[in-house]
């Protein structure tokens, strides 16, 4: 798809991966929504008109379906429908199996699975009129490997990568393709947070010896946008980890 004058909507995109994709869209030419559960900074907004394309910020939690309905109305009013949409915004909740709480469980389901399902049905009705669009869905590793403490993420990651499939199935018929980008360890204010014991354990699985950073991510959902024969498949920005 040429991206010049499209619409792109990422979820959860007021700092790190979510950021970095709008930010990456924009350097294309594409006029962006930016979502987060709260208000949204005004110098985020101007950043990305400084990059000469529009910009609004759509407030909202994608896990309740009428808050994604209300945020892709606000797109549609503001700026037309929706071209690419990039499911990026979700949750982690960690703790070992035996001590999770059922609503601990619960939550990962319904911001990174349900919120996914929430927003991409509703952007596809009019994709499907267009016959053209894009779905990118950022799963993670963890949904392909899966890691301790953390089976309610990786349900919910692997969920989203069997989602992805099916959909594109779907709505190939129509141009529309759907494919999920599945991060390693990338330099975010999460990762941050970790230990430098952690930090050191984690960069010995990873063949390339480092972390990635947002903008390998960002590079990715770009290059998936841009390729109209790419659809259904899980591309994994690892550094090797899952090879």
Known sequence: MELTNKVVLVTGSSRGIGWSVAE???KKGANIALNSRSQMAPE???AIEALGVKCISVTGDIASYEDATAMIKETEEQLGSVDV???NAGITNDKLLLRMKPEEFAACIDVNLKGTYNMTQQVLKKMMKKREGVIINMASVVGLIGNVGQSNYAA???GVIGFTKSVA???A???ITCNAIAPGFIVTDMSNELSDAVKEQTITQIP???FGDSQDVADAA???AESPYITGQVLNIDGGMVM
């Open 24 to 26: 990456a869209f924009a």
């Open 44 to 46: 985020k907004i101007q």
């Open 85 to 87: 949409l990039v499911n």
């Open 156 to 158: 919910s990651k692997a």
């Open 169 to 171: 199935r779907e709505v």
């Open 173 to 175: 018929p129509r141009g």
């Open 208 to 210: 390339l010896q480092r």
């Open 222 to 224: 770009v290059f998936l």
